[in-house]
């Protein structure tokens, strides 16, 4: 096991649409930009969606390297309790 993805078929506005994690050991190779594409085109052809939302920790750059090489359009930061997180949208094309 190498790193996991979720798509989430229902609009979570604190949980985003799609989350990730890869091993610490499986790092740096390029498998989360792969998951991340791959699960872009899931929600596009199978749920129909047009555009996902998804967060990442404020200080977790190599994540928001990730979305924004997969096209995540940075919304804002925000506080959610002690935690700062960034919201990024992806928009979905055909």
């Given amino acids: 096991m ?8 229902r609009y979570d506005d604190d ?5 990730y994690g890869i091993r610490p050991s499986a790092r740096r190779r390029g498998l989360a930009s792969w ?21 990442c920790l404020a200080d977790n750059v190599a994540s928001a390297r ?3 090489r997969n096209g995540g359009v940075l919304e804002g ?11 990024y949208w992806i928009t979905l094309t055909a």
């Fill in 2 to 9: 190498l790193g996991g993805i979720a798509l989430r078929h």
């Fill in 15 to 19: 949980l985003g649409q799609i989350g």
């Fill in 35 to 55: 998951a991340l594409a791959e699960m872009l085109r899931e929600a596009r052809t199978t749920l129909g969606l047009d555009r996902v939302l998804i967060p």
């Fill in 66 to 68: 990730t979305i924004e």
């Fill in 77 to 87: 930061i925000r506080e959610t309790g002690d935690v700062r997180v960034r919201r």
